[in-house]
């Protein structure tokens, strides 16, 4: 019972939500809820908790499994009636990663941060109106946050040299 | 001019780079494309500071995090490692002891201040009012004597503020010199007051208008979004560490101009200077930091995944930290403010502005390309 | 026209005023900086500077070399003259490298490594920025 008291504004939200998608959701504490969906239902989603307050995007954030063959995308959004975090979880495809902007809903926020992840971890966001490179220029090897990019042996071929002695702790060391 | 000289609108614009030089805006350009004296569009070029954080956080365990963590941006370190001391706190699950969180906000709140100032010197310069710029930088060392003193570097801390609680324990006689210096900032404070003349006046009102729907729908947060109208901090809204305990106001303006962002940098100083003075009067004794934990000590962060938001000097501040079961984080994104106020938010106001306030706009959104590019 | 001249000349000579009275204080007032190097701000204890090293007290346990997040310190053997009395591994310091951190004095069991107050470390010799490890004079 004080269980339920004490998470009375996080538990409407859920109710709000669960009534009209299928969705997986838990309270992590006080102001945090994550909510797994899957990834054809992220626009329509994403559209109904925009109407119901939660108009900040904090962020958008992508995570290599590379285990289990995934990204994993988070987007966190913050509203400013409820003072609640809602963060929403899908998978999708690590060789071949596509997926639906959320541009259409939270305009130049969302389209800043999709440039980004396009540039450092290579995903593909359909009706983005521009993914040109944001901080690198002339790249042209994978996308660098990958975990399969080895960045020792990339900077030790374009630009280590092999005769200075200052630079022997970084040959062997473990990463 | 011949008048019947053909030309189109588009062959009589000229480009102009707003360039990344550092008595300028810093490491960061703006292409600005203008027809005589009026902006027609802006676009920014960011990418001259990245150093890619977040990989570099992956092959590095907690506490030497901690000492990377104070060079996302070089203004307020002290900030940025207590954002990242909270991600791994919470992760842990374990309690960090009171003396060590009314440390942790006295110290937050002086760079709080200091930051600030470093903002009015720079708007100051930029606008031509170089009066102002020397006496706020020469106002800022009181403070950073302060730094020197308790975590024994002027800038960067090294981390000082690490997972588990702080890594010193104040020293004997320190309250009363933090007592000291604010009072010195007061004098400050007071003299900024009276330099409101009429050459600033001038140059900063009315000029980089930014409305409240557009503000959200852009994702200004912090300072910017209070001088637009709406009343909102972390600190209230999501506390974190003490703040829920302590009693301070939130200054907002209504017309969100240039002159605005200028007013709530003064009121803002004046409520940190109330902050501490509460924190330093109710500050208990006990240990600084978690008694189990030194610097040798081996942390496995557990399996799990965490975001955490504070509200820093020029917005908010949040990292997302995933852990894995081993002894490096997994993945730990950082979300800057300044990347949302230097590319939507100043694209947005320098269209159709003058040439001479494109200074005046972009110092008054406190840029910090550090923060940006990471 | 003549209201507005009016307002604006007592805004400017009230303002005239205070800038008067402000540059009158400020001026018998000591200035904000000093005349480096001719004098200085003594440096406080508990500053981050030199590496101080004391051979006598270090077992080469070599955590210092493990903990430092930029890879500085690394265990060599000591210089040949002193190769007889410490034969174990002793941290060889980059300066060039280190960020001052001080992880590797808190670290120490024995505190072996203590950082002082020299600042002073630039130098036209390329051999001065790396540190071996020698016993003191």
Redo the contacts between chains.
Sequence with gaps: MNKYLEYQKENRIIRKISSKFKVEVSI?RK??VWVAVSKKDLVEISNFIKGIGF?????I?V??LIKEKNYEL?Y?V?S?QD?T?L?IKTRINRDKPTIDSVVSI????A??HER?LHELFGVEFKNNPNLTP????DWNNTP??RKDFN?RDYVRDEFYNKENK?E???WD?P? | MNPNYNTTERELEYSLPFGPAHPGPGNFAVKLRLDGEKVVSAKAD??YL?R?F??LME?RTPIQNAVLSDRICVFEPLNWNLVHAQAVDELMDWNVPERAKYIRVVMVELSRIQSHIIWYGSMSKAIGFDTGFKLAFGYRDYILDLFENITGGRVYPAGYICPGGVRKDLGKNMPEKIRKTLNKINDMLSKFEKFDNLSILVRTKGVGILPLKKA????A?GPVLRASG?K?DIRK??PYEIYSKLDFDIPTEKLGDSYSRLLILRREVRESIKIINQALNNMPKGNVIIPSLNSGTHINLPKGE??V?NECSRG?G?M?M?GDGTEKP??C?I?GPS??HQ??VLE?LLKGSQIADVPAIYWSLNPCPADM?R | MIINNVKGSKKMSSQILKTIVELLKNLFQKPMTVKFPHESIPIPGGYRGEHGFDIDKCRSCGLCANICPN??I?MVKAPEEYGEKYPRLYPQI?L?KCCFCGLCQDVCPTKAIKLTKNVFLSTFDSKEV?KNPVPKK
Excluded: M
């Design positions: 992590q102001r945090r108009k900040h995007l904090s962020a954030s995570t290599d988070t966190h913050w400013y003072n975090l963060t939270w305009e130049d926020n389209q800043i980004e944001l901080f690198l220029e660098p946050f960045w200052r022997e702790p970084y060391a990463l | 960011p990418g990245h890619g977040e990989k092959y959200i729908q852009l994702g947060t709406l909102t809204d999501d965490v975001y938001r908010e949040a997302y995933v997994y993945r994104k979300r990347l949302l590319i939507p947005y590019d | 890879k500085a690394k980059d060039g790396i």
